[in-house]
């Protein structure tokens, strides 16, 4: 019976990334003489590389092979740390998260990057700055050779794993493999425990291992070896004296090659494992299966949930057990006498659903620096790129957001981070002459507000030509010659697919498109973004964020016998209207004196062709609401409760619909749609532009 191992590798993909994100950081931060970081860094590759070679995943073994090889000279002190090295290494990252996801998504690696980096690698590994080592060791010989002048010693391991340790995806053959990279391994089997044949369980591990190394290595480089199985096995580690080693009565050791590892170790793998080492040596084919298997398994996403969350879950489930007994036993046997106890019970069932919602919607909720931590790098890069000192100031990192929203939101904030570098930042040259520092700043910042959550890109550069901008729109024709805009309309022209006031085009940013699809997808989100901007001191951009996009705030409005749901978030205020401030411009277009502005009015009757109860404007209740820096004021029958509503998808029950997001299901039973604003703003837009049209070809 074989052990299915592709249950293991979605939690091996999660460690793995989680991995390369703490190599990349703790690379970004490397000083000279900095042990810990090293030893930390090392500890993650090495963990990578054992697990890709316990899942088949062969191509990120070798080539991870040569990073912790590298790692492994600067932690020991054989090579300094310098700053060409941590550049390699930072290269040597992306290579392994691209040979990660090529083996998960079942695809060929065959990316340039990948190959130069390894050239690289190995050139390093040759060059005079590292104590002498054999070519043999940097094409990954088992049985590497060590300084001369290296103290070198003799370990005497007991490796007494338990019964059940290959049931979780581990493989002793891999781990003295390992061992063999060290130094000079020798390996004798233990079968006193062996049961007999008709008692033994082919998932079982029954044998023990004493192992001899001699090498330079130190104690903690062995204990690294086996700290994937350190819970499942009994591991002695003690150093031999040399001279007593030479006459004690022990059994002469053999300095055991990699097929000799596998030999020692062979009567037990071909019972247990799902392929022998030489079948996954020899079989491409068998290879290629695995991958095939990870990939079909990996694409369930998971959470990692702290213990006190789930402590919270747990304990409510308790709660609503208490109450769920307490409403069975009135039902049994119900009087009118007993409608206080059910009352209350009631009451107590509502506290706990709500607070079981509120845990539940906790689990999803993770810190945005999950979304944060890919920008150190990317500012580091960026630097490089364009020659500027840029600084990267990280705030708010502990703010949580939704996974899902999380997810969606990555690329949006790459594009603007990367504007702000390539657009937002001077050189160095320019920021001396207008009295900066020569350094610039980004920073990014997130924070709660209300019941979402805002995500501020901020840099001190020289901030956007608002004349450039408008003079731009008004050459495409996107705005009229003649119009008056406010700052927020002008900046918001940024956002007009094609448009760009970039002079030169980069491989960057500045190709003219790419903005438009920021907001398209901060939209697709429930968000929306605003950009304010002083010329000659900086811009911010701010991403507003529902905190998830399973629940929503909304305010519940009847129009008719139908009853809609407007996203809080979205509205400006809700007001009676004043026939005074009503003013009819043409045909059936209504503009709405709200303060300082002319807001058009949108019966939502007519949108959807309701019958409703009033289709007087001077009797009717008015929600202005706002998208894009537009208002519109929504024509209501009433105003009824704001409460959270749970949001189902209406393009996957049904067909998208403008100007409605999607449905929920009231208390009542009964559906309710959830209006879609800056759907309902574009209507409004495209009928105030066809009343136009129709006036203008009137007068004519």
């Known amino acids: 019976m074989s052990i299915d191992l592709s249950q293991f590798i979605p939690s091996f993909l999660e460690e793995s990334f989680e991995g390369l994100e703490l190599m990349e950081s703790s690379l970004l931060n490397l000083e000279a003489g900095d042990n810990e970081t090293i030893h930390s860094i090392f500890r993650a590759a090495h963990s990578i590389k054992g697990g890709a070679g316990t899942f088949g995943f062969y191509k990120v073994t070798e080539f991870t092979h040569l990073v912790e090889t590298l790692l492994d000279e600067m932690r020991d002190g054989r090579r300094e740390i310098v700053q060409s090295d941590v550049e390699i290494l930072l290269g040597a990252v992306d290579c392994i998260r691209l040979l990660i996801e090529s083996a998960r998504d079942e695809k060929e690696c065959d990316d340039e990057k990948i190959i130069q980096t390894s050239k690289l690698l190995s050139q390093t590994l040759h060059n005079e700055n590292t104590t002498e080592r054999s070519e043999e060791s940097i094409d990954q010989n088992l049985n590497s050779d060590t300084s001369d002048e290296a103290p070198r010693h003799h370990w005497n391991i007991e490796f007494l794993p338990e019964h059940q340790l290959v049931q979780t995806g581990n493989d002793p053959l891999l781990l003295f493999n390992a061992l063999a990279e060290l130094g000079e391994l020798s390996v004798q089997a233990n079968v006193d425990n062996l049961p007999p044949l008709t008692d033994m369980c082919a998932e079982e591990l029954y044998l023990q291992w004493q192992l001899t190394l001699v090498s330079s290595c130190s104690e903690q480089e062995i204990e690294e070896v086996f700290e994937w199985v350190e819970d499942e096995c009994q591991l002695n580690i003690s150093e031999l004296d040399t001279l007593n080693k030479e006459n004690n009565n022990q059994t002469p050791v053999t300095i055991a090659s990699e097929n000799q590892v596998a030999d020692s170790t062979q009567f037990y793998l071909q019972n247990t494992t799902p392929e022998t080492p030489k079948e996954i040596k020899n079989s491409s084919s068998k290879n290629s ?412």
């Open 289 to 700: 299966s695995t991958e095939k298997t990870a990939a079909k398994k990996v694409e369930v996403s998971s959470i990692r949930v702290g213990v006190d969350k789930v402590d919270s879950l747990i304990n409510l489930v308790g709660e609503l057990v208490i109450t769920q007994s307490m409403l069975s036993e009135l039902g049994n046997d119900f009087n009118l006498d007993k409608v206080e106890r059910l009352n209350a019970g009631l009451e107590q069932l509502l506290q706990n659903t709500k607070e079981l919602q509120e845990s539940v919607m906790r689990i999803r909720m993770l810190p945005i620096s999950f979304a944060f931590n890919r920008f150190p790098r990317l500012i580091h890069d960026l630097s490089k790129k364009t020659g500027k000192s840029i600084e990267l100031i990280i705030k708010g990192e502990q703010t949580e957001l939704d996974k899902t929203v999380m997810e969606q939101i990555g690329d949006p904030l790459v594009h603007l981070v990367r504007n702000a570098a390539d657009h937002g930042i001077e050189t160095a040259e320019v920021r001396l002459a207008n009295g900066k520092p020569e350094q610039g700043t980004i920073t990014l910042d997130a924070y709660h507000q209300g019941g979402n959550i805002v995500i501020e890109i901020n840099d001190d550069g020289g901030g956007i030509d608002r004349q450039a901008v408008l003079n731009k729109a008004k050459e495409k024709g996107i705005v009229d010659a003649n119009a008056t805009l406010t700052d927020a309309q002008v900046f918001d022209l940024l956002f007009e697919p094609g448009f760009s006031t970039a002079k030169e085009v980069s491989d960057i940013s500045g190709r003219g498109v790419g903005m438009d699809v920021v907001k398209r997808n901060i939209q697709s989100l429930g968000g929306r973004i605003q950009v304010e901007s002083q010329q000659g001191k900086g811009s911010t951009f701010r991403v507003h964020l529902p905190l998830t996009l399973a629940i929503l705030d909304g305010q519940l409005v009847r129009v008719g016998r139908e009853v809609y749901i407007i996203p809080l978030i979205s509205i400006v205020e809700s007001l009676q209207v004043q026939n005074e401030l009503i003013n009819r411009v043409s045909g059936d277009m209504v503009l709405y004196r709200l303060r300082d502005d002319n807001v058009p009015v949108l019966p939502v009757y007519q949108l959807f062709n309701l019958p409703a109860n009033n289709t007087e404007l001077s009797n009717a209740l008015l929600v202005v609401v706002e998208a894009d820096g537009q208002k519109v004021g929504l024509m209501v029958d009433d105003l009824l409760a704001q409460q959270q509503v749970v949001i189902k998808s209406l393009k996957d029950n049904y067909q998208q619909v403008e100007g409605i997001s999607g449905a929920t299901i009231l208390g009542d039973g009964s559906v309710a749609m959830i209006l879609d604003i800056p759907g309902m703003i574009n209507i409004a837009l495209q009928k105030a532009q066809y009343e136009q049209k129709q006036l203008e070809q009137e007068v004519m």
